[in-house]
């Protein structure tokens, strides 16, 4: 049965590729969030075809959500001859915006080589492409199992995940007893499995100044200046002290192993928005800056935020006329789920079975989905899977390898041999 079972997979290479090429062709751009509702439809068409039932749910009121760009999310569930466990596989939708320097159209889904191109091949639609598969073959192959298997498209993950899991998990889909194992397809390498991700506080700051004529600035008071005095503290001595920070977690790369800081972005005084070339004629009576801090098991959130606020207490004592604002946007703690739960063990020998190898064992250097089904659906075992190599994530010519996407099928169908019928 196993056999048959892989074989199955083998037979829908051909599918399987076609179903990466259309879900590629689906330009779902986040933001603004394009395309979401055409391509959850699709999603939907194609599993009600395979025996699933459909819900097509809309996350009203999250960031982003319009009539324009609705916030569409689409959950299929196939239910088995009796009860059991339920098996869940979660996708994203969203993709980055294309960006420079494509040689092959982005949203083409050029095939060659053995590769499947375009924005979102590897992050993560062939990723979903090959759960898909992998659900129908193992379906194909053993009608009378037990459980039920879950596939979801859900949205906005590239922009924190509120509109897409956030909102799905706050309703219940991703909490017992509905679910009890979920699998990520996100791009972490056909033969790694992913335990979780770093945590991440986002936040604002702004430093607040005078406004005044620009030819005259000592009558004002500059916000940008004040910002600069913020960076160089950093400078000189928040990244020197991240820097000496390590972790045990199994990060890739091996720079992510230590705390990070990164800036997002920075505007100050009146921006070029109106009028793209002109000068501002005043001083800077505002200027905010976003920092992304991604910090370890080893960090509390308090201490993460601790470090900043020090800093700008330091300069709001020391720095004449310095005041500034502080406003959290996300904080998400560190996951790690552990390698001697269901789901992992499940993966593990269903890898070794595909690799004749042992998986490697990873963390993520930034966070995605997972965060939420922990921390809103307390659902604990599950995991990131998937084909695709994370480093093509977000660059030009992004692409999947097609013998990538059937070997993680291959994984993807064992598993749910091994935790729906128990079979090693």
């Known amino acids: ?27 779902t751009i986040n933001p603004p969030g394009e395309a979401y509702t055409p391509c959850a439809e699709y999603i939907a068409m194609r599993l009600r075809k395979a025996g699933f039932g459909i819900k097509m749910i809309r996350a009203e009121g999250t960031p982003g959500d319009s009539d324009r760009y609705p ?11 009796s009860s059991g466990p339920t098996v869940h596989f979660n996708s994203h939708i969203d993709v980055v915006e294309a960006g420079e320097g494509w040689t092959v159209d982005p949203f083409g889904g050029e095939v060659r080589d053995g590769r499947v191109y375009g924005r979102g091949a590897c992050d993560m639609k062939g990723g979903l492409a090959a759960s898909i598969i992998a659900a129908e073959a193992f379906i194909a192959t053993y ?4 459980g039920a298997i879950e596939i979801s498209g859900t949205v906005d993950e590239e922009s924190g995940g509120f509109g897409g899991v956030a909102y799905l998990a706050q309703q219940g889909y991703f909490s017992k007893p509905r679910v009890d194992h979920v699998i990520i397809p996100e791009p972490l390498n056909k033969d790694r499995i992913c335990l979780g991700h770093r945590g991440v506080w986002w936040a604002e700051i702004e430093t607040l100044g005078s406004i005044a004529h620009g030819s005259m600035p000592f009558l ?14 950093f400078e000189s001595d928040l990244y020197p002290a991240l820097d000496r920070k390590t972790t045990t977690m199994p990060v890739v790369p091996e720079g992510a192993r230590r705390s990070t800081l990164n800036i997002n972005s920075i505007h100050g005084g009146q921006t ?21 801090r991604r910090f370890l098991l080893e960090e509390s959130i ?13 300069l709001k004592s020391n720095r004449p006329r310095f005041d500034y604002r502080l406003r959290d946007l996300m904080e998400v703690q560190p996951t790690m789920t552990d390698r001697d739960s269901p789901v992992v063990q499940a993966v593990a020998k269903s890898i070794h079975e595909i690799f004749d190898r042992e998986p490697q064992y990873v963390i993520s250097p930034g966070t995605y989905d997972q ?3 922990a921390r809103i659906g307390h659902l604990y075992d599950c995991i990131a899977y998937g084909p ?33 019928l128990g079979q090693d």
């Open 302 to 314: 308090d201490e993460v935020k601790g470090e900043v606020v020090s800093i700008l207490e330091q």
């Open 272 to 292: 070029e928005d109106h009028f793209p070339g002109l000068p501002s004629p005043n001083v800077a009576d505002s200027c905010r800056a976003i920092i992304d």
């Open 371 to 373: 965060k939420h089904i």
């Open 143 to 146: 009608p009378d199992f037990p």
């Open 1 to 27: 049965m196993t056999e048959r079972l892989l074989s199955a997979i083998d037979q829908r290479r051909d599918d399987l590729v076609s179903l990466t090429v259309d879900l590629i062709r689906f330009p």
């Open 388 to 420: 695709g190599i994370l480093d093509l994530a977000h660059r030009p010519d992004e692409w999947v390898g097609i013998e990538d996407m059937i070997q993680s099928a291959k994984v993807m169908a064992l598993t749910l041999n091994r935790l729906l």
């Open 220 to 233: 004002g008071d500059s916000a940008i200046r004040h910002m600069g005095a913020v960076l160089n503290a």
């Open 71 to 81: 916030r569409t999310n689409v959950i299929a569930r196939f239910d088995g001859r």
